[in-house]
């Protein structure tokens, strides 16, 4: 199957019992069985409920993988990854990651006795650099949240497992989707998702997915879905399963119309630096240019007047870019990385970086064109 049939069909068949073409949303903690440990295959709803399997069929068919899993959240996602690991060894992720990655990471984790090194993911000598022999984890985010960045997955993987075949290489999806990549056929082991954003799509649900090919890795990861618990509900199932449906739909128009707000923001005499991979100009545009099929909807940029003042009549001004938390909606937003999605990084890291106050983030939604740019032009003009 295409990817564009796969986002529709991909592991999925009518609901037995019924002929459903939908999936039912089974609202059920427990499963009847007919004699100790004997059921249809579902005993207790943490372990699987069958709108949960649909679901993750769903993941695994358009990340070209094997076995896919749904969780409550993005983080729990990533929370799981971790527990993979065990004290004492060692992670190298990107400099440039969603703030509540590096919190988790630099926080929670680190606590147990996990190591974290952040390189430049720029350049993979970089990454086989920080490699020792603790090392266990490569963690990947590409294209970065908010920066834009964007990293070479296949060379990235190709190098690492030349040093050590044993090290797993896991890649944060969320802000391309499998309609612009496809980690595991790049090299990775795991691809993760918070599947809030674009596969939802409508912002109306939180919950986080990881994707596997191997069956050991596959079978590692249920066991901890399943002994730690933070699975995604029937109902968010249902309603991420629908959103996934017109995923290739969706993703067409918010590279379109991101497309459109990359360019106007670049000409605009007002606005400064814009951050999107799609531009020539950008440092990695020839990466991005080989392993994603377009450049998605999000696009970073500041105002040529950096001031706090301006920054923030920018934000409070646009009508339709809400002001939000959040992405990969229908609905365009705006966000202050600083203040909202990345105020859990130090000021001294995000600096290092170059997150500063003026960083501006927006998520093109799907709306007409024309009327995402005539809100940007009245909002830069106030
Ligand atoms: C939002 C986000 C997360 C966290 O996911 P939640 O669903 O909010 O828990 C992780 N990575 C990226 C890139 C994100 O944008």
Known sequence: MKFNTKTIHGGQKPEEATGAVMPPIFQTSTFAQSSPGVHKGYGYARGANPTRTALENSFAAIENGTHGFAFSSGMSAIDCVLRLLNPGDEVIAGDDLYGGTYRMFTQLFKKYGLEFTFVDMDSVTNVTDAINERTKLVWLETPTNPLMKIADIEAISTAVKDVNSDILISVDNTFATPYLQ???TLGADIVMHSATKYLGGHSDLIMGALIVKDAKLADDIHFIQFAAGAIAGPMDSFLALRGIKTLHLRMQRHC????AVANFLKNHPKVGL?????FESHPNHEIAKKQMKDFGGMVSFHLKDKSK???????ENTHLFTLAESLGGVE???NHPTTMSHASIP???RLKIGITDSLIRLSVGIEDEEDLLKDLEQALNR
């Open 256 to 259: 379109e119309n991101g497309k």
């Open 182 to 184: 496809q980690p595991l």
């Open 309 to 315: 003042e301006a920054t923030f009549k920018f934000l």
């Open 347 to 349: 000021e001294p890291e």
């Open 332 to 334: 365009s937003l705006a």
């Open 274 to 278: 814009v951050y999107y991979p799609g």
